[in-house]
């Protein structure tokens, strides 16, 4: 027995478990009914704006559709240099326009302008809501009647992508594919643990009372990932949290260009999994070439080299688990094929990640330069 047949075998059975993480995470992560609402709590809609001239007018267009009947809609102008403010303003009186107070030191800019709009909010439910992002009618609707039937404090939500660049469209499915593929989801419910917590920034839905007994974006507020810490807050403090496949009910654009999607990915990757370096190592030189690897093996038959079966087989494993993973995120299906591609450039945005944190270098974002290297590593749930 060779150690390239048990490497083989091993490789194997590891891409037949993470299929079948896949479809377990599928049941787990439950799509929301499309009712129309039923609730009649009053819901702030809050949207921090900095050079969104691009997108803002699209996002209020579709919050004031929404069929929930109690809504605010408060949008903060963080020092916009663009046309931001002026969109806003010929959108009516629906919404309300607040200007940001300067940044202070110790915050970074998403999390300040995050907290000044719950300061703002007068809604027992709170949805933070990125300017690129827009909401199907039911959106809000369907996340409060997920949070009255499963009985939980926050809701984050896989979403739907709606960048047109080619970068957007073969490396961003991915987000939804790590997730669906590498992350036991059912943790997010059951665990207590706070580092075992997961969101995404275009569209949260918290309760007030869980918010402000978590310390919301106060609580650590020069953490450079303001989502997934916040979920993280929440959860430290007692709360319950579900995670759903929102891919009918919003879209964002995330990042457009590979060069911003290196940037955004390279600010988040190392703060994402809790700034622990031996996770990231692992997934950064393991996990993610090991993905990537079946491929490569293929590719390298068209140039003389000997392919098992094997590796035909881990390919089409590979495949199966990217095809199903792009039809739940509604992603061009022909993405796919840059699977391994789109896998390393993960692992290496990582990597940069970690370096930029544990050299203090800075990261410009949204024209603020930021430090990522993250401070004494602290018990979440010894805080609160």
């Given at each position: 027995m060779t150690w390239e047949f048990?490497?083989?075998?091993?490789v194997t059975l590891l891409l037949v478990c993470q299929l079948g993480l896949i479809l377990w995470n599928l049941r787990v992560i439950l799509r929301p009914k499309k009712v129309k609402s039923y609730s009649n709590k009053k819901v702030s809609l809050l949207i921090p704006a900095r050079n969104e001239e691009g997108f803002i007018g699209d996002c209020l267009r579709s919050l004031l559709t929404q069929d929930h009947p109690n809504i605010e809609i408060v949008v903060l102008d963080d020092h916009s240099t663009d046309r931001t403010k002026t969109i806003v303003e010929s959108i009516g009186e629906r919404v309300k326009l607040i200007p940001s107070s300067p940044l202070p030191n110790g915050w970074t800019g998403k999390n300040w302008a995050c907290h000044q709009l719950s300061q703002h909010a007068t809604g027992e439910v709170f949805f933070f809501i990125d300017a690129d992002a827009v909401l199907e009618p039911i959106a809000i609707s369907s996340v409060?009647?997920?949070m009255e039937e499963q009985k939980v404090d926050m809701v984050a939500s896989l979403l739907r992508n709606r960048g047109s660049s080619l970068?957007?469209?073969?490396?961003l499915p991915i987000v939804?594919?790590?997730?669906?593929?590498?992350f036991p989801a059912s943790l997010v419910h059951r665990?207590?643990?706070?580092?075992?917590?997961?969101?995404?920034g275009p569209f949260i839905g918290v309760t007030r009372n869980a918010y402000d007994k978590s310390g919301g974006h106060a609580a650590h507020p020069a953490h450079i990932v303001d989502d997934v810490q916040l979920a993280r807050s929440v959860k430290a403090s007692g709360h319950h949290q579900r995670l759903i496949n929102g891919t009918d009910l919003a879209a964002t654009t995330w990042y457009s260009g590979f060069a911003d999607i290196w940037r955004g990915f390279s600010k988040n990757a190392y703060g994402a999994l809790s700034y622990r370096t031996s996770l990231s190592l692992f997934v950064a030189f393991f996990i993610a070439p090991l993905m990537a690897l079946p491929f490569l093996r293929l590719l390298a038959g068209f140039f003389g080299a000997t392919v098992p079966m094997e590796?035909?087989?881990?390919v089409v494993l590979l495949v199966l688990g990217r095809f199903i993973t792009s039809t739940t995120g509604r992603d061009p299906l022909w993405g796919v094929i840059f699977h391994p591609f789109a896998m390393l450039f993960w692992g290496a945005t990582l990597i940069w990640s970690m370096i930029l944190s544990l050299t203090g270098q800075q990261i410009q974002w949204k024209s603020r330069d930021y430090t990522t290297k993250p401070q004494h590593r602290r018990n979440l749930a010894e805080e609160n």
């Open positions: 048990i490497f083989g075998r091993f409060l009647q997920v970068a957007s469209r073969i490396l939804n594919h790590a997730v669906l593929a590498l665990s207590s643990n706070p580092d075992v917590a997961l969101a995404f590796v035909l087989w881990q």
